[in-house]
């Protein structure tokens, strides 16, 4: 893998009031996993093929 697809900060600015409410457990990396699921979705990846650096596949599907 040659470099990790990650969303903008604007994009992510975009995108964060759609984002559900954390109640109790902390949430994830919301910026690393999109970006995983697009890095997937653009690349027509496997989930269990996503590269490592995005997390474990079972929480990008």
Not at 4 to 15: A, K, P
């Amino acid at each position: 893998m040659s470099e990790v697809f990650l969303l903008s900060e604007g994009q992510m600015e975009r995108i964060e009031p759609f984002f559900p409410l954390a109640h109790g457990i902390p949430r994830v990396d919301d910026r690393r996993v999109l970006s995983g699921i697009v890095y997937v979705i653009r690349n027509g990846l496997q989930w269990k093929d996503a590269p490592k650096a995005y997390g474990p596949h079972k929480t990008l599907y």
